[in-house]
C-alpha cells in the first residue's frame, strides 16, 4: 500500500489549477461554464446517500471546487470537510457560505497532509471529477483511504478512456455544444475502471460498485446508469468497520 505521507507534496498540475481557477466567478451560476456539473450533483447527491448515511457522518471532499457537492452534502446533515488547491475556488467556497449559512470547513490543503493529520477520520470521503486531473490518482486514492475510518467508504467519479468517452465528453461537449470550456479534458489522462480498480487494492479498499452517470443535455439533468463507457462512479469500502 502506498504510504501517503510519503506521497509528494505537488501531485497536482498548475494549469489545471488555473484552468479551474479562472472559473470560480461563475461556479455556482446554474448555466454558466459549470451548468454541467449543477446538474450532474442531484444524482451524485444521490449515489452517495444510498450507500452511506450523511445525516451526523464526518464527510471529506476532496477536490471540492466551489463547493456544489460540499454543500449539498452539508444539507443532508453531515459534517464536511472541503479540500481544494486552487485559492479562487476556496474564495468563492467561502463566500457562497456566507451567503447561505450552509456550514462547510474548506480549506486550501492538499489530501495528502490531511492524511498525515487526521488519519482515520471520516465516515465518507467523495473525490468526484478530479482524479483525471492530477499527476498521481493513486497516491489520492490511498490518502483518502488513510483518512478513512475502519467501514467507511470512498466515492470517486471519473471518466473511462474509451473512444465513446472522447466523443461526447471532449468532442461533444466541448467543441460541439460548447457544454464545457474548451481543454477542460485531456483524453489520455481518463481513467479505466480497471485502473481504478488495481488502485483502490494498493489501497487496501475493497470496490463494492461501479455504475455509469448520464448527462442529459435536452433536459439538463443526469442519471445512474448500467453504462460505464463515458462518466462513471465507483463505491468502495475500507475494511473492518463490522
Avoid at 466567478?25 to 450507500?51: F, I, M, S, T
Avoid at 456550514?103 to 473525490?127: H, K, M, N
Avoid at 492530477?134 to 471518466?159: E, H, M, N, Y
Wanted: glycine fraction near 8%; hydrophobic fraction near 45%; proline fraction near 6%.
Amino acid at each position: 500500500m502506498t504510504d501517503p505521507s510519503a506521497a509528494p507534496n505537488d501531485n497536482f498540475s498548475q494549469a489545471e489549477l488555473d484552468k479551474f481557477g479562472a472559473l470560480a466567478n461563475r461556479w455556482w451560476d446554474p448555466e454558466g461554464p459549470q451548468k454541467a456539473l449543477h446538474a450532474l450533483n442531484p444524482a451524485r447527491l444521490g449515489y452517495v446517500a444510498q450507500r452511506t448515511t450523511l445525516r451526523g457522518a464526518r464527510v471529506l471532499d476532496v477536490g471540492c471546487g466551489a463547493g456544489l457537492l460540499s454543500e449539498a452534502l452539508a444539507v443532508e446533515g453531515a459534517q464536511v470537510t472541503a479540500l481544494d488547491l486552487a485559492p479562487e475556488l476556496v474564495k468563492v467556497a467561502k463566500l457562497h457560505r456566507l451567503e447561505t449559512g450552509v456550514e462547510v470547513d474548506y480549506r486550501l490543503q492538499s489530501v495528502e497532509s490531511l492524511a498525515a493529520e487526521l488519519p482515520g477520520s471520516f465516515d465518507a470521503i467523495t473525490c468526484m471529477e478530479m482524479l483525471e486531473h492530477v499527476p498521481d490518482p493513486g497516491a489520492i486514492i490511498a490518502a483518502c483511504a488513510t483518512l478513512l475510518k475502519p467501514g467507511g467508504r470512498l466515492f470517486l467519479s471519473t471518466l473511462n478512456r474509451t473512444p465513446a468517452a472522447f466523443a461526447l465528453a471532449i468532442v461533444g461537449a466541448e467543441y460541439v455544444a460548447g457544454l464545457l470550456p474548451k481543454g477542460t479534458h485531456t483524453y489520455r489522462d481518463f481513467i479505466k475502471p480497471s485502473e481504478l480498480a488495481a488502485w483502490l487494492r494498493e489501497a487496501d479498499l475493497r470496490l463494492e460498485d461501479v455504475s455509469g452517470l448520464m448527462y442529459e443535455p435536452w433536459n439538463n439533468s443526469a442519471k445512474v446508469i448500467s453504462r460505464t463507457d463515458v462518466n462513471y462512479l465507483a463505491c468502495a469500502v475500507k475494511p473492518g468497520g463490522e
